[in-house]
């Protein structure tokens, strides 16, 4: 399973016939469905939807900057 090779929360190129006309995006793997990774989702970033990672091709993963760290809203 594609699932299984992710890691959680962390961001990814991916690409999808059934989403965004097929031009590369960036996703999340999303928990919040279950921690199990047969539950995992993909957030679809700037939506309010998760598509299943079956139905994305995953181009890579994608690298932050360490000069810029990623912070949380509430910081």
Known sequence: MIA???VPDAFYWAKSSKYFD???TI???STVFGKDSDYWTLALLGT???AMPADFEIIALVELP????LRQAAE
Do not use: F, T
């Not at 360490?66 to 760290?69: G, K, M, V, W």
């Open 66 to 69: 360490e000069e810029y760290p």
């Open 27 to 29: 996703v999340r793997v």
């Open 4 to 6: 299984a090779s992710l």
């Open 22 to 24: 097929g031009r590369p």
């Open 48 to 50: 309010d939807q998760h």
